[in-house]
């Protein structure tokens, strides 16, 4: 049971346009969420993150839209530059749990 | 020097064959964790320790067993290699009660 989905496996975006990842999940237990970074032959990244208190956290030109009452959140890139090209997961947990459950990845290109 | 290193980053073993992959931090998190991805399925949570004393089972637990030698170490073995065990592992560590997991280079993992 994927309690935890990103149902696009890949995107395409222009240089500097804006790029926006879906993640959606099932368990509304989960209070706190992250979106993770990886590159070929290297280990996940943090990236950004926010609490279920909030609706939105920005860092730069990343930033985190979560909607409980959808169970779904985003990340928006903006502008798209080629250094984002990469696989983007979505993470969720119950602070409590300590555990974070990971969705399938997103795999974003950013073409020139 | 990596923060959360893993030996060895690939290894290719025969069906049955007994194989241990290791996890070194010097981050001096207490919690740590052993996730695999493989294609489509995202990152999926096999064990995690949160201190030398406690070992839990994650999801995908069968055919695993760990050892938390020390606070710096957590070790993932497969008692009898399956190829269907092929895959890229990652170790993790945080610090409760801190949300951000800190994640390994990864070891690829070829079960012939």
């Known amino acids: 049971d994927q309690q935890v989905k990103q149902n696009s496996p890949s995107l395409s975006v222009q240089e500097g346009r804006i790029s926006i990842l879906n993640c959606d999940y099932t368990n509304s237990m989960f209070d706190y969420f992250l979106w993770y970074k990886k590159y070929p032959a290297e280990g996940p990244t943090f990236l950004i993150s926010i609490s279920s208190i909030k609706d939105k956290n920005e860092d730069g030109r990343f930033t985190v839209f979560l909607n409980k009452s959808a169970k779904h959140l985003s990340l928006h890139i903006v502008p798209s530059q080629p250094g984002d090209s990469a696989v983007y997961f979505c993470a969720a947990m119950i602070q409590g749990a300590q555990k974070l459950v990971f969705g399938q990845g997103t795999r974003l290109t950013i073409n020139p | 020097d990596a923060d959360v290193t893993q030996t060895p980053r690939n290894r290719i073993t025969k069906t049955g064959k007994r194989i241990m992959l290791e996890c070194s931090q010097t981050k001096g998190h207490d919690r740590m964790y052993w996730y695999r991805q493989d294609p489509g399925l995202g990152l999926r949570l096999i064990y995690y320790?949160?201190?030398?004393?406690?070992?839990n089972k994650g999801e995908i637990s069968d055919g695993y067993s760990v050892s938390r030698q020390a606070q710096a170490k957590f070790s993932l073995s497969l008692e009898s290699a399956i190829p269907n065990q092929t895959a890229l592992y990652f170790c993790?560590?945080?610090?409760?009660?801190?949300?951000?997991?800190?994640f390994g280079q990864g070891t690829r993992l070829t079960v012939v």
């Open positions: 993790a560590t945080r610090r409760s009660p801190n949300t951000e997991a800190f």
């Open positions: 320790s949160f201190d030398v004393k406690d070992i």
